[in-house]
């Protein structure tokens, strides 16, 4: 069990360059989360996925935000015209549907991403 | 809708005991625990449902009273290893966690 691995660990840009993330979730599991987490905040819940069903996404979050997980593996976070207010540390987790009406499963988070918007 | 933690902060000797508490307003599913150490990823510590299942991986023990939507974390014999800030997930259905604001537990010699 390789954990839930996540690309680059830091990334500095500039204001209005678009950036892009990578997580690896564990292998066998068909849940992948994105939270963004700012200093001395609790991870905020961006958007989720079910395979490669992209289930819901925050109404908080702005359209310059997308994720993708094409083939139900890994996926990807874009944000496009990035601004100073980006920045923050982006985790990524993953679990495994338990099965049933409701299920529930542990997530376990990646090391995360640290952005820095200059 | 985000849970409210208490204490905000707490500091412990070592071998002492602390309870963190998490409240929602929410009718909850579920609540996950995590510790978070600076710079690091949450942790997983327990989840507790809806029905009163538990799981962890710890020696954490844990409650969940449905009816006042409110967990709380015990950490008993505190080592210094447990310093860090302890996160309540809550999940109201769906899967996704709406966290709390974080307590920041200082454990010293």
């Known amino acids: 069990d390789t954990g839930v691995s996540q690309d680059p660990r830091h990334k500095i840009t500039k204001r209005g360059q678009n950036v892009t993330f990578r997580c690896d979730p564990i292998s066998e599991h068909n849940r992948l989360y994105w939270y963004r987490q700012t200093l001395g905040q609790g991870p905020e819940f961006l958007t989720y996925f079910q395979n490669e069903a992209q289930l819901e996404k925050s109404r908080l979050l702005s359209d310059r935000f997308s994720a993708e997980r094409p083939k139900g593996s890994f996926s990807t976070l874009e944000i496009q015209r990035t601004e100073q207010g980006d920045s923050a540390m982006y985790l990524c987790?993953?679990?495994?549907?338990?099965?049933?009406?409701?299920?529930?499963?542990?997530?376990?988070f990646g090391p995360g991403t640290r952005l820095t918007v200059l | 809708q985000q849970p409210v933690q208490s204490p905000q902060a707490v500091i412990l000797r070592e071998g002492e005991d602390a309870v963190i508490n998490c409240s929602s307003s929410?009718?909850?599913?579920?609540v996950h625990w995590y510790r978070q150490k600076h710079g690091e990823a949450p942790v997983f510590l327990m989840i507790?449902?809806?029905?009163?299942e538990q799981k962890g991986h710890e020696k954490i023990s844990a409650s969940f009273n449905e009816k006042k939507q409110q967990s709380s974390l015990y950490l008993t014999a505190s080592q210094l290893s447990y310093s860090g800030t302890y996160f309540c997930?809550?999940?109201?259905?769906?899967?996704?966690?709406?966290f709390g604001q974080g307590t920041e537990l200082s454990v010293k010699p």
């Open positions: 997930g809550t999940e109201i259905g769906g899967g996704k966690l709406i």
């Open positions: 987790a993953s679990s495994s549907l338990a099965g049933g009406v409701e299920p529930t499963d542990t997530q376990y």
């Open positions: 507790l449902l809806k029905g009163g």
């Open positions: 929410k009718a909850l599913y579920s």
